[in-house]
């Protein structure tokens, strides 16, 4: 039946062939919403989207739609001048009226709202840049063709088409007149369907009751979800993909983890005892637990099988959570993990298997695998409304939510996050946040907004897993501080550390062998001790180096070889010296099992997740011999740190210093001090780094244990809000967001909820003399081309990430490079067009867009140390 129809609603991927029509994608879209009605769970609603996909899509009988976007050339009538947005153009042809009664007969109160919500969601499901303008003000072309009879005849096509899949919605289909005129006569659409976004529209949109909203955001959440899933499998030519895959049935999961942990029963399982006799199946929860005893076990004995989404701050972190995920919950012939970061395509591509590969990437782009692994920022920005964000909390409205890993994002990503968990909360969804520490202000805040429906009580569990899992006498690290002498000299510092290059390369020396994981705070610092421990070391060592100025394809080839060489749990025969020098990078990134840890000072929430790395394979119980330090803290006398204030919150160094400072005595007493016995307003003087050092010199046996439980209690202390200024600190960032997102904010597009959230300091860059390089590397690339399918991703993969690096530059100095075309790819591009003959040029620019020429030293075993930006034109 759907063959005969006239009205496309997409084009055919091949030429001279019919599109799809729009009775076939109603038809679609409707298959795809039948199968996901009982995560809907409300019949009436049910039907409210129902409706919604009925209307969604008339307006895509428009003439110039049908003709110029699509190709449907033998469309009549034929007319091309009138080009208005097909779903804002559906208003029109909808009888406002009868919508209302079709509504209420569905028997829901304040049809009158709810006809409001099933218009939102027709005129806005594809929400375009220029809409604020389309819907605001007058429009020629929209003038032109509402004085014209051609209203009527789009109204005729439509009901000749659509009458039997309308299935008694069929009277809906009436061009209205009466909006036609007040259109003409100055009014604006805006009057007709409240906009769901932007800042602008706020008012109106106060005026809904906000439980009434949500049922808002699901109607156009679900729509767009189905929408989208339909348009995807008719891309692909293939209808047999669920647009929810089933999950795994608890009972298996539990079996699957007795089988890989080579166990007797689920009984040995402590995460699925705990959450049997807390009875946490079905409650949020949050779990704070040491790093290392199974957080993420817990996570999916928590998922019972149900559509659940793990989040991770670091893209590394996500790639082994999902090896980890699928060797848990696929089977031979059936995936039943899916991933998703910004490089998942790359990913998922280097395993080989292209066209498998490649459609379990798409699969999960349309969200239907029932364990996603993901970043964070695939979903946390849509806290901030920005178009399409209802296709998002739809989901979540029947989904579990894992977060990993909350410390790890800045204060104000922090405050978007717990925003986030408020609103899918109330939506329906159920979270578990997963730490080995939990900052006291997120907790607090986490308490006062999740809360039972109308009462005061929290709807979450808070698990202490150090206490239930007795981790109050277990201690892995033994600390000793290195304190190193340094000056100042032209605002930077300068120091000597032979000796500590010295003990660093002896530690890896003793017991026939050791592995010492070293982590600095700069690059500059991790690649000058790299050179010097290369230098006095021979091939006997294993020696690496890791941070974040590498290309995709270095730093990919060198986390295996680490992976490799550090893996957990370490292997009781090893016996060779290994070292590796990394920054910040590895803190959550790697699986990694060290002997001892050197380690510059930092945050104590980041020292204790250095220490995390070392002795991992002691996961619940103390390592039998801590006569020696395996912890060594180095303090520069001069700023504390090798750059001085330049990496880490002042207020977080500072903070730290001072609880390590009055701490010292009563850690190796296992006492408390007071906490009124000092003045916490004088920390920005030079008084708190001086006592501490004091402190350190005047102790020669300030060597002391750390138990897992001690480490939990200083990150607590470190951010009490009480020690942090109300404004201009660490902490009013996170405060300041949440007022801002409660007031409704709304980010006008995606980007800009992305950058709010990621807060970017980098740039991607490529280095100067590899440009001839590039150069060849396209040509070979477009040569070898043998179809133009996935070509973004294959061109990510063998150009981008082995030619392109991400450098820190402050975002306060952006401004100065932004409109320098001349040190940007695309204008060398665009000089060099004449050397990519048969290349699209305009592909290329886009491909390359944004990536900035650098003057650098770069090679394969150090990448980026220092870079600067070449005169104008100097490169060609």
Known sequence: ??????????????????????????????????????????????????????????????????????????????????????????????????????????????????????????????????????????????????????????????????????????????????????????????????????????????????????????????????????????????????????????????????????????????????????????????????????????????????????????????????????????????????????????????????????????????????????????????????????????????????????????????????????????????????????????????????????????????????????????????????????????????????????????????NNGQRVLVVVNTVKLAVDTFNKIKEKTDDSFFIELLHSRLTFDLRKKKENRIGNEFHNPKPTAENKPKIVIATQVVEASLDLDADILFTEFAPIDSLVQRMGRVLRRYKNESYPSLENPNVFITIFENGVESAGNAVYSKDLIEISLRLFTNRQADLLSNKWINKGNYNFKDWRSKKTTGEFFSVIKNLPESDFLLSEIRKKELVEELYNPDYFAPTNSYISNFYQTLDILDAGFMAERKDEAHRIFREISSISVIPLFKLDQLEEAIKVFFAGLSNTNNIYTRFKMEILNKFVTNVFFPRWKFDEIRFRSDIKLEYWIEEKQNSFKDISISRIKKYLKNIFIVKTDYNEETGIMEYEFPDFNSFL
């Open 1 to 510: 039946m759907a063959n005969d129809k006239k009205i496309w609603a997409k084009s055919s991927n091949k030429k001279n062939e019919s599109g799809i029509s729009l009775y076939q994608h109603i038809d679609d879209i409707l298959t795809n919403l039948k199968k996901i009605k009982t995560f809907i769970n409300n019949d009436k609603l049910y039907q409210l989207i129902k409706i919604s996909v009925l209307l969604h899509d008339l307006g895509k009988a428009l003439p110039y739609f049908q003709i110029r976007s699509l190709g449907n050339k033998k469309y009549l009538p034929f007319e091309i001048t009138s080009n208005i947005p097909h779903s804002i153009f559906s208003l029109f042809l909808i009888d406002k009226a009868k919508l209302k009664e079709a509504i209420k007969n569905i028997s829901i109160e304040n049809s009158e709202e709810y006809t409001q919500y099933v218009l939102s969601a027709v005129a806005f499901h594809h929400w375009r840049n220029n809409f604020s303008d389309v819907i605001r003000y007058s429009n020629d072309d929209l003038d032109n063709l509402l004085n014209s009879e051609l209203p009527m005849k789009i109204e005729e096509n439509l009901r000749n088409d659509l009458s039997e899949i309308l299935n008694g919605y069929a009277d809906l289909i009436q061009f209205d007149n009466k909006m036609a005129k007040e259109i003409l006569n100055g009014a604006a659409i805006q009057n007709y369907a409240v906009p769901p976004y932007n800042l602008y529209w706020l008012p109106k949109r106060i005026e809904f009751e906000k439980t009434k909203i949500d049922d808002w955001i699901k109607i156009s959440g679900f729509l767009m979800r189905c929408d989208h899933f339909a348009s995807f499998c008719e891309e692909e030519e293939n209808n047999q993909f669920e647009i929810e895959i089933k999950g795994e049935s608890y009972s298996n999961i539990k079996q699957k983890m007795v089988k890989q942990f080579k166990l007797k029963n689920e009984n040995e399982i402590w995460q699925v005892d705990l959450i049997e006799k807390e009875k946490l199946h079905d409650k949020n929860v949050v779990l704070i637990a040491p790093t290392g005893s199974g957080k993420t076990e817990f996570s999916y004995i928590w998922s019972q099988g149900e559509k659940t989404f793990y989040t991770l701050p670091l893209r590394s972190a996500v790639n082994q959570i999902f090896k980890r995920s699928q060797d848990l919950f696929n089977d031979e012939g059936f995936e039943r993990a899916g991933l998703l970061h910004s490089d998942a395509d790359v990913y998922l591509l280097g395993d080989g298997n292209e066209s498998e590969n490649l459609q379990s990437y798409s699969l999960s782009r349309q969200l239907s695998y029932p364990f996603m692994v993901s970043t964070g920022d695939q979903f946390f920005p849509y806290a901030l409304k920005p178009p399409s964000y209802e296709k998002i909390y739809a989901t979540f409205s029947y989904s579990r939510l894992v977060i990993d890993e909350v410390q790890a994002y800045d204060p104000k990503a922090a405050a978007i996050i717990v925003k986030y968990l408020e609103d899918i909360h109330r939506m329906g969804g159920k979270f578990l946040l997963i730490t080995a520490t939990l900052p006291k202000f997120i907790s607090e805040e986490l308490k006062s907004r999740i809360k039972k429906q109308n009462t005061e009580q929290n709807d979450f569990e808070e698990i202490d897993f150090y206490v239930k899992g007795n981790y109050s006498n277990i201690t892995k690290h033994k600390i000793h501080f290195e304190l190193i002498e340094n000056k100042v000299h032209n605002e930077k510092p300068v120091f000597s550390y032979e000796r500590l290059i010295n003990e660093i390369i002896d530690k890896a020396k003793e």
